[in-house]
Each structure stands twice: as C-alpha cells, then as structure tokens.
C-alpha cells in the first residue's frame, strides 16, 4: 500500500525557514521521481518542486526560485523541501506527490 507522510508545517514569520519531510512507503522509492505542490487558501493546487529519481535534476516554479530547494534522501525513502526566506503568499498546504499518489498535506503559515 502505497503511502506518503508529510511533515514539518507549521507558523512562522515572515523570513524564517521551515523544512518539510515527506515519508515514503509501499512501492520502490528509488525508482520515482517526486514533486511538491501546494494549495492556497482559493486557489488551485500548484507545483513547487520537482526532483528526479536520483536526485540529479530540480525544477522550481519561478515564485521559490532561489528560496526553495528539494532533495531526497533514497536510503531513507523520504524527500525534502527546504524553504527559507518564508513570504505570507508562501502560506498553503504542502503536498507531497507521484503519479496517481498524494500525501495527506501539511499546512504552512506565514503570518507575522
């Protein structure tokens, strides 16, 4: 059974950094490329990141260009994104997903 775990939101200030982990289970890891997206309070759900099944390509959506970066980790079966320079449109939740696949979501706040 395929499963995928978010974690990490969470509310911070405007400029801070938050790291999210998404956990992976059920199929071959190692084998799939990820992405992250997220959703907006009212607006449709969105790509953020993409990383390819070894790690050796990243894509970005121009709004986190250079604030955003995704890795994984396929001994751990688990895929990071590291977000700094937090801004309020940031605010969304996060979804960790592969074809056919998303995670529960996990929200991020960034209010001052």
């Known amino acids: 059974q395929v499963q995928l775990v978010e974690s990490g939101g969470g509310l911070v200030q405007p400029g801070e950094s938050l790291r999210l982990s998404c956990a992976a289970s059920?199929?071959?890891?190692?084998?799939?490329?990820m992405s992250w997206y997220r959703r907006a309070p009212g607006k449709e759900r969105r790509l953020v990141a993409h990383?390819?099944?070894?790690?050796?390509?990243?894509t970005y959506a121009d709004s986190v260009k250079g604030r955003f970066t995704i890795s994984r980790d396929n001994a751990k079966n688990t895929v990071y994104l590291q977000m700094n320079s937090l801004k309020p449109e940031d605010t969304a939740v996060y979804y960790c997903?592969?074809?056919?696949?998303w995670g529960q979501g996990t929200q991020v706040t960034v209010s001052s």
């Open positions: 990383i390819t099944s070894d790690g050796g390509t990243t």
């Open positions: 059920g199929f071959t890891f190692s084998r799939v490329a």
């Open positions: 997903y592969f074809p056919g696949n």
